[in-house]
């Protein structure tokens, strides 16, 4: 299992996640853009499991490129009782999940869906790029319950 690269993520609570500094047991979780339909049926089926997830001894974070302020109201409106990050420091770069995307014939970057699994030593312990929404959350508690 590799190190996480170092970069900074700033948390809804006002405090900063430094990568490198993570010893608990983590599920970090990179969705495309706050308030999208896919991307609140994630976050609320990450908040639904959220119990299943703390008895296994994980703590689950949400990020993505959105405003801190934006990732606020987005924590609100569905009554998060985890905390959301916005990358301000160019961890989808890092984590190589910033990607050329594609709509309507038009291209741009945005995030890649992405779950990372982090273990308590702070290293990675798997990982899902390109995720579909519907059945995922399953998958990845399926994995966390073996990670040391």
Known sequence: MKKLPSFNLFLTDGSTLKSLSIKTKTILFFYPKAMTSGCSLEVQEFQNNLAKFNKIGFNIIGCSKDSIKKNIKFAKKYELKYLLASDLSN?????????????????????????????SQGKFYNQWNRVKVKGHVKEVFQSAKDCP
């Open 91 to 119: 961890a989808c770069e890092k984590l190589n999940i910033w990607i050329e995307k594609s709509m309507y014939g038009k291209k741009y970057f945005g995030i890649d869906r992405s779950t990372f699994i982090i273990d």
